[in-house]
DNA sequence: GAACAATTCAAATGCGCATTTGATAACGGC
DNA sequence: GCCGTTATCAAATGCGCATTTGAATTGTTC
């Protein structure tokens, strides 16, 4: 007989990061998430107290296991060339959000449209840091041209790109959605093209400037 | 005293497409709509029918609505070059994604986070004409570089900057977040910015591809 | 193995909200 | 003015779901 893996905290976190990643906060139900997580509906309240908590906790849980699998600077070395580094950033990003396994980029996409009280939290925590550390870089790349608009605008543009391979994703795993014609399987081909495409645009603003 | 404006049904289409924009289709309450239409809720049941017929002919009202204040080709001749009717439709995008009254791209928006059925029915009637317009112009700007994968990658690409403009801009403007550092309130600035910086990426796919 | 704590469970409770109902009121044709 | 239609309203109805409860079970300590 197929029993029960680990203990029953546990199994909640792990059914409740899938199932609020697939379904977003609102639209999850605790009864669900039980049943996943193979246990009584009665059993949240036991160990979280209510579903916000859960919420909070579960992305946490996911974030962490994450970020062990894919380090944020995408295995560069501190020395290499801010174009380099910044392309190790992007990869690593994109990774991160292609992969089928990682929930903690589909909640934020989420939170995104939808913020509960968990995205101001996280923002400000986990995120704030590495976006920091992307706008120093981008800084570098930008040379002269690195006016705080237009890092900030480059930094949008960057974002953007790798966000939007999270929603495509998400909507052609959505129900409503036989077959859209887009195929962004290869997440290392597109985020070769997204690197691309940045530098270049990059380049172009700071030889623009020079002029 | 004031008194209401229009007719019920078309303050309810008004109300409720601001409302849907702002807060999802799951979490507005036909409550809270009625109380900005000044009317009873069950004046939606006689109207719509249900609180998704109301969700679909909003959304196509503010559409239409908007497609009259932004044509999507920004203006730009058919004879004009390529480069240029593509900047042309990116400044239309952003347009309206930036405009406060807009609210039918903030109800996609939230789609792609969150698809009910009005995001297959959209995508396919309204959205993918437009699309395919784009895929086009961006064949003839990339060259002999158009690989179909290289298009769809590139239209991800100008897409994911347009789209992320308006996740910032909603972020933002909830109430969980007080003041996010990022100014993108100048969306024609922004816009010029996306247009540099994608014909730049473009440009460098195109000239890579002959070498 | 008795006593206590920690955990699980089935079944209630209660609330928010979409939807319905049946009773009025406004409108339009004749 | 009378009558059928269309539109509005206040007040039910009913359902889905988070949360609670109190009892049963398992685990732990001595």
Known sequence: MKTKSGKTRERLLT????????????????????????????????????????YLEAW???????????????????????ELRLAGRIRSLIGRVADENSYSFAIINKEMAQPTRLLADILEKEINPQRLKMLALLKECLGQAATEQRIQYCHTSIMGQCFQLLRIKHMQSAKHFPNHPSDLSDSTAFAEHVVQFSLAGIQAIRTQHLT
Chains 1, 2 share one sequence.
């Open 60 to 82: 946490r849980f996911a974030f962490n296991q994450e970020l062990t699998l894919y380090p944020s600077d995408g295995g560069i070395a501190e020395h290499a060339s801010a």
């Open 15 to 54: 059914a409740a990061s899938r199932i609020f990643a697939e379904q977003g906060f609102q639209e999850s139900t605790i009864a669900g998430i039980c049943e996943q997580a193979e246990t009584n509906i009665a059993s949240v309240n036991y160990h979280f107290g209510d579903k916000e908590t859960l």
